[in-house]
């Protein structure tokens, strides 16, 4: 599912967008450690923290969309650090444990049958 998809369905503010990736699965966590383990690749990171550590294990494991729950502002800078390693931003309108439900109802419901 496309990256602006998401956003719509997640009722979400689009804070950083390089471009529309397809995300394929989820991860949520706030421990960088935990998400450099087990997160993989075309996911989405659903995370209340954001600061540039966040940004360097996105880019590390090639996580495209970094989802932030919380009502806390990430500085201009970390943005900017986001933009200029090609990931997208996106804040939801929920609190983490419903943002990874609705997520993982969206991309379950958007599978091909088999």
């Known amino acids: 599912m496309k990256t602006e ?22 991860y949520t966590s706030d421990m960088l450690s935990e998400v450099i383990a087990n997160a993989g690749d075309s996911m989405a990171w659903i995370t209340l923290q954001m600061h540039m550590n966040v940004v360097a294990v996105a880019q ?5 969309l970094i ?5 806390a502002q990430p500085a ?6 986001a933009a200029e390693k090609g990931l997208n931003v996106m804040r939801s309108g929920f609190d983490s444990f419903q ?5 993982y109802k969206l991309l379950v419901s958007s599978e091909p049958e088999k």
């Open 67 to 71: 989802v932030l729950t919380g009502k």
């Open 60 to 64: 590390l494991k090639k996580i495209p």
């Open 99 to 103: 943002t990874s439900g609705r997520l």
């Open 76 to 81: 201009p800078e970390v943005l900017q650090a």
């Open 5 to 26: 998809k998401i956003a719509s369905e997640l009722n979400a503010e689009i804070m950083v967008k390089t471009n529309d990736e397809n995300i394929n699965a989820g």
